[in-house]
């Protein structure tokens, strides 16, 4: 029984792990990317960039604005 035990209790530690892992390296990534995307798209899109007329000047604005939000999160340098 306590052999039993001990392959349950190491199964759920590994669970565990894997579990954690998987969020902090994949799910946790993805999901501050969309939120950055989708806040440096309505920040590049606001009335206070308004007098931006060209579209390469938004998209620039758009891609320095996203690599702001990712460096402040911690997940690019």
């Known amino acids: 029984m306590k ?3 001990k ?7 590994f669970l565990v792990i894997a579990s ?4 902090w390296y994949s799910y946790r990534p ?3 990317r969309e939120s950055c995307n989708n806040d440096a ?7 206070k960039y308004a007098d931006i007329e060209h579209q390469k000047e ?3 604005l758009k891609d320095s604005l996203y690599t702001d939000c ?7 340098k």
Not at 7 to 13: D, H, K
Not at 20 to 23: L, N
């Open 3 to 5: 052999k039993f035990i």
């Open 7 to 13: 392959i349950v209790s190491l199964v759920l530690l």
């Open 20 to 23: 954690f892992a998987f969020y």
């Open 30 to 32: 993805s999901q501050i």
């Open 41 to 47: 798209f309505l920040e590049s899109m606001g009335s």
């Open 58 to 60: 938004r998209l620039d």
């Open 70 to 76: 990712l460096r402040y999160n911690g997940i690019e």
